[in-house]
């Protein structure tokens, strides 16, 4: 297995996006990118972290290649849109890559490029970095999308 760490917005759809992905073995939702030692909810929702909800993604490499979870990343947001996503707005809901090592980061970065060649009408803002450390989201936060349609709260 490898892992990969990604961040869109709001990292509740985001994280169902990639759970329902062929060949994703596990999802986790957390915050990275910043300052603050396992910092909670409410502490990056203040910007003062400087984390991003972001999305952990374990995944079978023979099953599913970290290009083509780039490509699901790139198409389950808009990343041209610098520190929001639709009404979600503050530095926790950026666009950003997490590299886990220099394979990634390179793809990440051709990945990048690629999309800025006419694929999105604007600029893309999407930051790559390398993954430092990840904070596990509280436990209500994991598999929020799932464990909300099977309680009934949400149709589709």
């Given amino acids: 297995m490898a892992e990969a760490t990604f961040a869109a917005g ?3 759809g985001v994280e169902e996006t990639f759970r329902t992905t062929e060949g994703v073995t596990a999802t986790a939702v ?3 990118g ?4 396992d910092p909670s909810y409410e502490e990056v929702c203040s910007g003062a972290t400087g984390h991003a909800e972001a999305v ?12 083509e979870l780039l490509q699901v990343f790139w198409q389950a947001h808009d990343p041209t849109q610098l520190n929001r996503q639709g009404w979600d707005s503050g530095s ?10 220099a394979d990634q980061k390179a793809a990440a970065l051709a990945s990048r490029k690629a999309q800025n060649n ?8 999407t930051e790559i970095n390398d993954l430092k ?9 994991q598999q929020y999308v799932e464990k909300r349609r099977r309680g009934g ?3 589709g």
Avoid: L, N
Avoid at 59 to 65: F, K, L, N
């Fill in 133 to 141: 450390a990840f904070f596990m989201a509280e436990d209500y936060h």
């Fill in 30 to 32: 957390g915050y990275t």
């Fill in 34 to 37: 910043g300052v603050t030692e």
């Fill in 118 to 125: 006419g694929v999105f009408a604007g600029k893309v803002v």
């Fill in 92 to 101: 926790q809901y950026r666009t950003a890559i997490f590299a886990h090592d």
């Fill in 10 to 12: 709001c990292f509740w």
């Fill in 56 to 67: 952990r993604v374990e995944y079978d490499p023979q099953r599913v290649s970290y290009d």
């Fill in 153 to 155: 709260f949400m149709r």
